[in-house]
């Protein structure tokens, strides 16, 4: 194993084992100080980003990355802001939970404890650095991050800020540590480090979660990617449904829970669906239609026929796949081959329909009337997270705090041996 | 991939889709008809059973692989009342958990829903093919199974039976797939399958846990194997210190859960170790000493001094290696080192002493004043279990029917858009 790598599981193992019992307190005037070095470093930190910026420029990226990148005055504000509002979140380690009293008189409960150490792999955007280390923080894990190559200077700067908050506290600045090296080696090789990493989070595309998947000997959370449906169900309430289609495609396109594929009964296909196509098209949305969608949609300027891949993709983009069915059960049927497990929704006034949707669809979130954009754990009321799972073990959908701990079963006795 | 997996793993795919949705009464028919087959068919899985016996004296099995191997009459009774009891147990799929109404409205709420399908990978002993079959239908997941070469009839007979059972209730039979090749190779594909499968148990020996994590892309719970620590400290009852000890190195020695290293603290070493001792002699316990154990125990006649791996080895047999330490935080520090995370007990009277213990050791199971035979489904008051994890992520310690599931987010609006 490659010598830094070595040396950083080595140090996050130590640092894990003093942070499991390191109470609340002191990590929340760790996190108060990470959020006053982040201002106090604003200069080193923005110069440093400048750097990254002008790198990316002459390495040729584009307008979209380069934003990803960009750090401001305003952006280091939100992210000390962001630092103190997850001090404000209640702590998860320590709850105990499915206490009971055994009959021959052991009580046990299970206990929240932090997981140990987190690996993270992440793309280009900066502020990921912050966001991981403080959550980590917060539910007592040592983190061990590997950010992208267009911010290595942003990313040092801001690890920096964070280990100098921790150290402020009193808590380890080792904390949080980023891998220096940018050999690409290194990723395969911290996918193997089962004896210092103890959980894996991809955060990029879909060609990283599968190298991961592929490659890893740690438990590796996949996600952040969905290709999420709608079904406009034929007791679809006609008013509501043009705002919700439109609010889960349009309301921000570039992320994993937005809507790709909308499904729409036929049997009002013909009343609602130029209705939809209307809305969508005051944004732009470009469709791509099924025989039977373009058919009712012939006259709009933003239709075409579907390719053979549109039910399959996600978009990202202002694009929605477009497709009429002629009952819940073909709804279904096509969900459940297209699937990713993310997000997906039925509009409907049908009770029955409602709950037959609701048991049949196996997604991480499974909507009645409502936009996919919700998946979200700020949304659902968890406090900030870490990434939108599509696994099925550990957690599901979006995961904050305590998607990071784990538990321990604590038995109190006062002399029981079994029989 | 081997036609033979893909086969099974498309079937179970289906199977799966299909059990989502299945109530707990059709469930709950199928196992009680699975129990009737398998007294139904005892001929003829006695005699599967008896051409897999042959076999193995042939290829010269020891006794106590046979003894694993055998099956009777009162073995099979005892198999399908086992059945039975599990068919009593509650339902976990549909329970509804986390629920709240969000300030939008949004009706938010956790669902249990079936992980989908399982494999599992074990040795000799024929009842898991039963017990695993058993759990993994309660719990709405078709379950793909890979026995041992030397139970290959057994288990053919007695997954015959559970299909059958399953058939008769209405519920298919491909609930339960047994791999028939035994070509090794498959293992290895198997692991790999993680669009066929989606949770990998395997229950065997370190060697075998090892090669799941290196080769699998599906995630593997890994456990069964435990080296258990006991501290007894100053402040412990010296009258319920001995037979503690005895009841967790000997009740039954050949399990995960049994005792494999006693911490003793100096204070008390000089009185209480002797008495130890002389309670594990009864059942003839050798004991493998530290320096100043054996400086303590020279007279007594099955101690002797401990080998460089005895505190790193899991004896599963009448073997214990003791240590004499001189505080709490050196107990605490030799866990530490030499943990497996299973199951972890101190003794005690100081309170102080107690909660410290609890909050430090980082064990899937942490005792005071209780023998660590306890970790275990049934002890724990949860039914059968299908493994013990010693992992960190999804379950840890016993894994019955709730660890056999995993979580929808159920979202329930009326109109909701994200602003």
């Known amino acids: 194993m490659d010598t830094e790598l070595r040396k950083l599981g080595q140090r996050a193992r130590q640092v894990a084992r003093h942070m499991r019992t390191m109470g609340t307190n002191t990590k929340n005037e760790a996190l108060k100080a990470i959020s006053g070095t982040l201002l106090d470093r604003q200069g080193d930190i923005l110069d440093a980003n400048a750097r990254d910026l002008e790198a990316g420029q002459k390495a040729g990226l584009d307008g979209h990355m380069c934003e990803r990148l960009m750090l401001n005055e305003s952006r280091l504000q939100g992210m000390a802001r962001d630092v103190l509002s997850v001090a404000a979140l209640p702590d998860p380690i320590g709850v105990s939970f499915d206490a009971r009293t055994l009959p021959n008189g052991l009580r046990i409960s299970k206990r929240r404890v932090p997981i140990g150490v987190i690996g993270v792999i992440y793309e280009s ?35 920096k800020a964070v280990s100098a908050g921790c150290e402020k506290a009193g808590v380890p600045g080792e904390t949080i540590q980023l891998i220096r090296s940018q050999d690409r080696a290194l990723v395969k090789e911290m996918l193997r480090a089962n004896h210092y990493i103890d959980m894996i989070i991809p955060r990029g595309g879909a060609g990283l979660h599968q190298f991961a998947i592929e490659n890893a000997t740690i438990p590796v959370i996949t996600g952040g990617i969905g290709i999420c449906h709608i079904f406009v169900d034929q007791s679809a309430d006609p008013e509501k449904a043009p705002p919700i289609v439109y609010n889960a495609k349009v309301q921000r396109p570039t992320v994993c829970n937005a809507l790709d594929v909308l499904l729409i009964h036929s049997a009002v296909a ?88 609701v048991d049949a669809v196996d997604s991480a979130a499974v909507y009645v009337n409502a936009s996919t954009r919700f998946t979200d754990g700020g949304q659902f009321g968890l406090g900030a997270e870490v990434a939108i799972s599509t696994q099925r073990l550990h957690a599901r959908g979006p995961m904050a705090l305590q998607e990071l701990t784990t538990y321990k079963w604590v038995v109190l006795g006062d002399g029981q041996i079994r029989a």
């Open 125 to 159: 955007r900066p502020n990921v650095t912050v966001d991981i280390a403080v959550l980590c923080l917060k539910s007592g894990n040592a983190a061990i991050l590997r950010g992208g190559k267009e911010a290595t200077h942003s990313n040092r700067a801001l690890a």
């Open 270 to 357: 013909d009343s609602l669906l130029p209705k939809i196509a209307h809305a969508l098209a005051q944004a732009e949305v470009e469709l791509r239609c099924g025989p039977r969608a373009i058919n009712i949609l012939k006259a709009h300027p933003l239709a075409k026929a579907a390719g053979p891949d549109d039910f399959d993709t996600e978009f990202l983009s202002l694009v929605l796949a477009v497709k009429v069915v002629d009952s819940l059960g073909d709804a279904l049927e096509h969900i459940d081959e297209h699937s990713t497990q993310h997000s997906d929704a039925i509009l409907t006034q049908d009770y029955g329909h409602a709950m037959r949707f």
